[in-house]
């Protein structure tokens, strides 16, 4: 695990919204996102 998606995962958490990544580096940013989407795909499952 990544720990830029893991900042990705607590930023989703702290609803903070997707537009607000704090990386310009690309690489950096597509962490973040993958770790801020995946936290949205989990907290969409029901149960």
Not at 10 to 15: D, M
Request: charged share 40%; proline share 4%; glycine share 10%.
């Amino acid at each position: 695990m990544n720990g830029i998606e893991e900042e990705g995962r607590e930023a989703y958490a702290a609803g903070v919204e997707m537009r607000r990544c704090p990386y310009k580096d690309v690489a950096r940013r597509d962490a973040w996102l993958k770790g801020w989407m995946e936290a949205r795909r989990v907290s969409r499952v029901p149960g």
